[in-house]
Nanobody, 125 residues
Framework: QVQLVESGGGSVQAGGSLRLSCVMS????????LGWFRQAPGKECEFVAS????????HYTESVKGRFIISGDNTKNTLFLQMNSLKPEDTAVYYC??????????????????WGQGTQVTVSS
């Protein structure tokens, strides 16, 4: 059974950067869709970014394009989210997730079914 553990969250001022990590155990990245989601207080869980395990079909939600970069290290089964130029509206709990099927034409609709416990990101103005 796949397990995911996120780290790297914290508190930063607006304009700052953070790098989130997500380590997978109990499996490998092979053939998985890999993604990041976030949930702000009082809001629904929101898709942030994803890609297919081989690095193809990268997709970002519009609000993070040009600021966030999703990447992975297949040799270490570790997923990353580099977050730059952070804004207060990026404040949320961030989750990594995997999908056994990846809808390359609309990745946010992929069936992400394994999730980490989340890591808090707080951006102050």
């Amino acid at each position: 059974q796949v397990q995911l553990v996120e780290s790297g969250g914290g508190s930063v001022q607006a304009g700052g950067s953070l790098r989130l990590s997500c380590v997978m155990s109990g499996g490998t990245f092979y053939n998985y869709g890999l993604g990041w989601f976030r949930q702000a207080p009082g809001k629904e869980c929101e898709f942030v970014a994803s890609f297919y395990w081989n690095g193809n079909y990268v997709h970002y939600t519009e609000s993070v394009k040009g600021r966030f970069i999703i990447s992975g290290d297949n040799t270490k089964n570790t997923l990353f989210l580099q977050m730059n130029s952070l804004k207060p509206e990026d404040t949320a709990v961030y989750y990594c997730a995997t999908a056994t099927a990846y809808y390359y034409n609309d990745p946010s609709k992929s069936p992400f079914d394994s999730w980490g416990q989340g890591t808090q990101v707080t951006v102050s103005s």
